[in-house]
């Protein structure tokens, strides 16, 4: 059973590097794509995915309270935090969203495959 994967960021571009990423290893399903964190939540909600990798800064942060953000999940989806910054202030927003990791958007060729298959060993997945 491949992992389930919600794919969340507002950049197209960078979406779509994302996705190359995720695609080109057997076992990883990415089962919807988001823009902004409310969609996010509904697709989340709606899909049940295993992770969702998430940016942390899209468009619409401004109307999500980060600690509000997990209260609205409504199953056990581990959080991949992503961001272009990886400084103090990042670390603890991503904790505040509920992130189990914070992850460089620039190294996410290298780390994202063995996070996300880090992160779902042993929960009936296999990637």
Same mark, same amino acid.
Not at 21 to 33: A, R, T, W, Y
Not at 57 to 73: K, Q
Not at 91 to 108: P, Q, W, Y
């Given at each position: 059973?491949?992992?389930?994967? =919600? =794919? ?6 960078? %979406? ?15 089962? !919807?794509?988001?823009? #902004?964190?409310?969609?996010?939540? %509904? ?11 998430? #940016? @942390? &800064? ?13 209260? &609205?999940?409504? &199953?056990?989806?581990? @959080? ?11 670390? +603890? =927003?991503? *904790? ?6 914070? @992850? #460089?958007?620039?190294?996410?060729? *290298? ?6 298959? $880090? @992160?779902? +060993? !042993? $929960? !009936?997945?296999?990637?």
């Amino acid at each position: 059973m491949p992992i389930k994967v =919600l =794919l969340a960021e507002d950049s197209e571009s960078v %979406r779509r590097g994302i996705r190359q990423v995720l695609s080109s290893q057997d076992g990883i399903e990415i089962v !919807g794509e988001s823009a #902004d964190f409310c969609q996010t939540i %509904r697709l989340a909600n709606e899909l049940q995915p295993e992770v969702i990798v998430m #940016d @942390l &800064h899209m468009p619409d942060e401004t109307n999500i309270v980060s600690r509000d953000f997990s209260s &609205h999940l409504n &199953h056990g989806s581990q @959080l991949v935090a992503i961001s272009i910054w990886n400084d103090e202030p990042s670390k +603890r =927003l991503a *904790e505040s969203f509920g992130a189990v990791v914070l @992850l #460089d958007k620039m190294g996410l060729g *290298e780390t994202l495959i063995p996070t996300i298959v $880090r @992160l779902c +060993r !042993g $929960r !009936g997945v296999a990637a």
